[in-house]
C-alpha cells in the first residue's frame, strides 16, 4: 500500500473512483466526481493535500483539502479548512483503508498549518480520527439554527487551542462555493456524467436529509418528488414544487417563506423546541439563499 500526491495522469481514474465509492450513499446518485473534475482548477484547491492510495497497481482511494471560511457573528470572515470528497474504492471498504488514508492527510495538513477542520460526515466513522460534533467547538452549520446539534455536521483542530488563538468564540461556517459546482452548472454536469455508465439514483438508509430545493420540504421517498420533462424523478424537487419539468408556481423566495410560514406547527413536530412562525421566517431567510433555485 502505497499513499502519494495525485498527478493529472490520475485524473479520470481518481473521478471514476469516486463516482463508483458515492452512488446514492449520501444522497440519491451523486455529484463528487463532478465536484472533484471541477475542484482542481479553483483556488481554493489545495494541490499540496491531494492524495491517492495505491494497491496492487490501482487506486483505491482518494482525498482533496480546499480552503474554507468561518463567519462571525459580527460577520468578520475568519479563514478555515475542510476537505473531501474522500474515498475508498468498494471492494477494500471495511478494510481500514480509509482510517489510514485519512490519517495520514490529517498529519500532512497538520504540518502545512492546517489548524481547525468543519466537514460533514458520518461521526461513526470520523471520530476515530478525532472528530467531533462542529456544536461542541460552538461552530454552527449554516443552513441550521444557530446552536443546532447537526449530527453530520463535524469538526476538529487539528492544532490545539487555534480557535482561541485567532479569537473564535463562535462562527458559522460556510462551505466553499465550489462543492455546488453541479447545481450552478447543471448542463455542464449533465454533459459529463453522460460520459459515465448509467446508474439508477434512489433512496437508501443512511443518506444525509434530503429537502426540496425550493420549499425546503422533507425528501424521503420517491413519491416526494417531483417528475422531469420526460416523467423521470427529478430527486432535487417535490411534486408540489415541481411537474414535468416545470415550476408550479412562479414567485420570488421571499413570496416562497411567506407561504411555507403558514406550515409552521407541522414543522415544530419535528423540532427539540417550538418556534413562533417569525422565528421560522428567520430560520427560512437564512437556509432559503442555499436551496438550489433560489442560490445566487
Not at 131 to 160: R, T
Not at 208 to 225: I, V
Not at 243 to 267: N, R, S, Y
Request: aromatic share 12%; hydrophobic share 35%; proline share 7%.
Amino acid at each position: 500500500m502505497n499513499i502519494r500526491l495525485e498527478t493529472p495522469a490520475d485524473y479520470r481514474e481518481v473521478e471514476n473512483l469516486t463516482r463508483e465509492a458515492f452512488w446514492n450513499v449520501y444522497r440519491p446518485g451523486c455529484t463528487e466526481h463532478f465536484v472533484l473534475n471541477q475542484y482542481r482548477s479553483n483556488p481554493d484547491f489545495i494541490p499540496e493535500l491531494d492524495f491517492v492510495m495505491e494497491e496492487g497497481g490501482r487506486i483505491v482511494g482518494h482525498v482533496m483539502f480546499s480552503r474554507a471560511e468561518l463567519v462571525l457573528p459580527d460577520g468578520t470572515r475568519k479563514p478555515s479548512w475542510t476537505f473531501g470528497p474522500i474515498c475508498i474504492h468498494p471492494d477494500c471498504k471495511r478494510k481500514g483503508y480509509g482510517l489510514k488514508l485519512l490519517q495520514h492527510a490529517l498529519e500532512k495538513a497538520r504540518e502545512t498549518g492546517v489548524g481547525f477542520l468543519c466537514m460533514e460526515g458520518n461521526i461513526d466513522f470520523y471520530r476515530l480520527a478525532g472528530f467531533d460534533l462542529a456544536c461542541k467547538l460552538h461552530i454552527n452549520y449554516h443552513s441550521e439554527p444557530a446552536g443546532a446539534e447537526v449530527p453530520y455536521f463535524l469538526a476538529q483542530e487539528l492544532i490545539p487551542g487555534w480557535l482561541k488563538a485567532n479569537g473564535i468564540a463562535e462562527a458559522t461556517y460556510c462551505p466553499p462555493k465550489g462543492y455546488f459546482v453541479a447545481d450552478e452548472k447543471p448542463e455542464a454536469f449533465e454533459a459529463y456524467e453522460a460520459g459515465f455508465p448509467p446508474k439508477e439514483k434512489d433512496f437508501a438508509p443512511g443518506q444525509l436529509p434530503q429537502f426540496c430545493q425550493s420549499c425546503g420540504m422533507p425528501l424521503t421517498r420517491k413519491e416526494d418528488c417531483g417528475t422531469n420533462a420526460d416523467g423521470s424523478v427529478n430527486f432535487d424537487y417535490c411534486q408540489y414544487c415541481y411537474q414535468e419539468g416545470k415550476f408550479l408556481q412562479e414567485c420570488t423566495m421571499d413570496e416562497m417563506i411567506e407561504h411555507c410560514a403558514q406550515f409552521v406547527d407541522e414543522v415544530n413536530r419535528n423540532m427539540p423546541e417550538p418556534m413562533t412562525r417569525e422565528q421560522y421566517i428567520q430560520m427560512m431567510r437564512g437556509f432559503f439563499p442555499m436551496l438550489k433555485r433560489w442560490r445566487k
